[in-house]
């Protein structure tokens, strides 16, 4: 593909419910990060991968959100129980390098933004 | 907490100005620095990066200085274009760490 794709690219969600967002990284990129954006400020690191391995899950903001990267291709980001505090742009990003080799180019997707009322 | 961040929330500019965007960092061990472009409803697009052992880096009408003795970092944009209109991040990065993005400062250039 041309990029990174996510989906859905709008979602709404009642306080309460669960939610998965998907993300289908540039074809052949090795890692993938997930970063959560609210409004007004820069995104801030959730989680990453490297294949289907979750090195880092350090951002994570709480046991109701978890990443996978079963194939090591396109990732799950899963909400539980979603709260309103939940409302965010979730981003996607992916890169060609190994993540530790030093100004990785990130390619991100356009988000998905997650309302919860 | 060591982290970066932008001098002003917001730049307006005449088209055909030159703009400066501005970030300060705290974090004297970052390898690395790179500056995003985010239009609205968009994702960050990579503009231009540079390594720690730098000063000055050049693009396609951007330039990125750094200075590492009051750690400042400033994008420089030339002939700016209603089409740079943006929400601009600087991000710095270790090895073996995430990308640490700072708040933004918001371009407006009018014609």
């Known amino acids: 593909g041309a990029g990174v794709s996510q989906s859905p690219r709008y979602k709404v969600a009642k306080r309460g419910q669960d939610v998965a967002l998907r993300c289908d990284p540039i074809s052949g990129h090795v890692s993938l990060f997930w970063y959560q954006q609210a409004l007004g400020q820069g995104p801030e690191f959730l989680t990453y991968f490297q294949n289907e391995a979750q090195l880092d899950k350090s951002g994570l903001p709480s046991d109701r959100f978890f990443a996978e990267r079963p194939e090591g291709s396109v990732s799950t980001l899963k909400i539980q129980r979603t709260q309103q505090e939940d409302s965010a742009v979730y981003l996607c990003?992916?890169?060609?390098?190994?993540?530790?080799?030093?100004?990785?180019?990130?390619?991100f997707g356009s988000g998905t933004q997650l309302s919860v009322l | 907490g060591e982290s970066v961040g932008l001098h002003l929330p917001t730049l307006s500019v005449q088209e055909g100005d030159n703009s400066i965007i501005n970030c300060a960092y705290s974090n004297s061990a970052s390898d690395y620095f790179i500056w995003y472009k985010q239009e609205s409803g968009k994702g960050p697009q990579f503009i231009i990066d540079?390594?720690?052992?730098?000063d000055k880096r050049q693009g396609q009408r951007v330039t990125v200085l750094l200075n590492k003795t009051v750690k400042h970092l400033s994008l420089q944009i030339a002939a700016t274009q209603p089409g740079d209109s943006a929400v601009y991040f600087c991000?710095?990065?270790?090895?073996?760490?995430?990308?640490?993005f700072g708040k933004g400062t918001t371009l407006s250039v009018s014609s």
């Open positions: 991000a710095e990065g270790q090895a073996g760490t995430a990308l640490i």
């Open positions: 540079i390594r720690s052992n730098m």
């Open positions: 990003a992916s890169s060609l390098a190994l993540s530790g080799t030093g100004a990785e180019k990130l390619f």
